[in-house]
């Protein structure tokens, strides 16, 4: 299984290359269209969508692939590769330098090894189960801080800001893309990130990363869980509320701090209809 790991880790490395260049060929040149549930998508995600499925479909045919814009049903397959090939659209479509390629390899439903790369910035950050993460090629552990200030990041998604309160003591910020929200944790950017609806191609791959880092990250609801994934689903509009801090104290903190606000109710039934517990 070691062999066959580091040969899976080259080939998600790999992916990630030609993600990019095929992103950044687009960057500054794509045009967005609405999608049914009113989010973006370009070319750029297309084409890449198109190129995650061929190339893992001749390398590795008995591996299933799960991504954003056309396959979001699990077939349940012994590995599952798990992309959004454009993670921050909106930021992409609008000529914001901040989106990236988020790429796991699920093994019996449960996350293997993952890379999360953002081309502009020249960054990207990866991990295998039970070996760490490194961030640009260097090993990656989370510092968290001794008491958490004012002067502290806190992110939260777009959704989020709107429907949740936060009494937190860090200053909140919005990034708009997941990948980079949940990788900025395991760096030290920002103490912990707050994510409402996200799609579980948006954090398959930060979920590993975050772990294999040391940072602690869970459900923010109660209910339902995330991983393994169940076979034979339809994941295309299953969200996974998800809270992620530096450390396990800065996490029960951050959860304490969290509240639904008056007219939440749209959200609320959402969340409810797929088994979570509203318990905020």
Same mark, same amino acid.
């Given at each position: ?14 992916? &990630? ?6 992103? %950044?060929?687009?960057?500054?040149? +794509?045009? +967005?269209?609405?999608? @049914? ?10 084409? $890449? ?14 591996? *299933? ?11 349940? !397959?012994?590995?599952?590769? $798990?992309?959004?090939?454009?993670? *921050? ?16 390899? /699920? ?5 293997? #090894?993952? $890379? /999360? ?7 990207? $950050? ?6 760490? &993460? ?5 090993? %990656? ?8 200030? *004012? ?16 009494? %937190? ?9 997941? +990948? @980079?929200?949940?990788? &900025?944790?395991?760096?030290? =950017? ?15 791959? *930060?979920? /590993?990363? #975050? ?6 990250? +869970?459900? /923010? ?11 034979? =689903? !339809? @994941? ?5 509320? #998800? %809270? &992620? ?8 903190? =951050?959860?304490?701090?969290?509240? #639904? ?20």
């Amino acid at each position: 299984m070691q062999v066959e790991l580091v040969a899976l880790r080259h080939f998600a490395e790999t992916l &990630a290359d030609e993600a990019a260049s095929r992103l %950044l060929n687009w960057f500054g040149r +794509a045009t +967005a269209s609405t999608k @049914y549930d009113g989010s973006l998508v370009t070319q750029a995600d297309l084409e $890449v969508d198109r190129f995650i499925h061929q190339t893992v479909g001749s390398h590795y045919p008995r591996h *299933g692939v799960l991504t954003e814009e056309t396959s979001p049903f699990y077939r349940g !397959d012994e590995f599952t590769w $798990v992309v959004d090939p454009l993670d *921050g659209t909106n930021n992409f479509a609008n000529g914001l330098p901040l989106w990236g390629c988020s790429i796991a390899l /699920l093994n019996e439903g449960r996350p293997l #090894l993952a $890379v /999360l790369d953002f081309p502009p910035l020249g960054q990207r $950050v990866s991990a295998v189960r039970g070996q760490g &993460a490194v961030w640009n090629g260097r090993p %990656l552990s989370v510092q968290p801080p001794t008491e958490v200030h *004012g002067n502290h990041f806190f992110i939260i998604d777009s959704r989020g800001f709107r429907t949740l309160e936060f009494t %937190l003591r860090p200053k909140t910020r919005l990034l708009g893309s997941t +990948a @980079y929200d949940l990788a &900025a944790v395991t760096r030290g =950017m920002a103490v912990g990130c707050c994510e409402l609806l996200p799609k579980i191609w948006d954090i398959a791959g *930060g979920w /590993l990363v #975050l772990s294999e880092a040391g940072a602690t990250v +869970a459900p /923010l609801l109660s209910g339902a869980s995330v991983f393994p994934l169940q076979s034979s =689903m !339809d @994941y295309a509009d299953r969200v996974f509320p #998800l %809270l &992620a801090a530096a450390s396990k104290p800065i996490w029960d903190s =951050m959860r304490a701090g969290i509240r #639904l606000k008056a007219g939440g109710d749209r959200v609320d039934r959402r969340l409810k209809d797929q088994g979570w517990v509203v318990d905020l």
